[in-house]
Nanobody
Framework: QVHLVESGGGLVQAGESLRLSCAAS????????MGWFRQAPGQEREFVGV???????YYGDSVKGRFAISRDNAKNMVYLQMNSLEPEDTAVYFC?????????????????WGQGTQVTVSS
């Protein structure tokens, strides 16, 4: 059982940067793809990005070129660096882990989820 806890959310202005962290307890993260999703009020959970087990990154179109995911398997940590933030990036951000056998962008492919951290970007 993997337990995930996100941190680093907050209120920033448009154009600023923020780094989210995801701390994992339990087994090592190395068998899992590590993804980030976000959910704004009244909207469905949206795929932000993922690092595959082999370390290959994939990003959603809305964040491509602005966000970057990294992982430190030795520390059981995953990070989401968010640059050039826009008001449209406002959401609760979730860290997720899973032994993905299908599409990385589908939330149901992930087994373990954190509780989320709020990111608010003001204009």
């Amino acid at each position: 059982q993997v337990h995930l806890v996100e941190s680093g959310g907050g209120l920033v202005q448009a154009g600023e940067s923020l780094r989210l962290s995801c701390a994992a307890s339990g087994p090592t993260l190395s068998p899992y793809a590590m993804g980030w999703f976000r959910q704004a009020p009244g909207q469905e959970r949206e795929f932000v990005g993922v690092l595959s087990r082999s370390g290959s990154p994939y990003y959603g179109d809305s964040v491509k070129g602005r966000f970057a995911i990294s992982r430190d398997n030795a520390k059981n940590m995953v990070y989401l660096q968010m640059n050039s933030l826009e008001p449209e990036d406002t959401a609760v951000y979730f860290c997720a882990a899973g032994a993905i056998t299908g599409s990385y962008s589908v939330a149901s492919m992930y087994t373990f989820w954190g509780q989320g951290t709020q990111v608010t970007v003001s204009s």
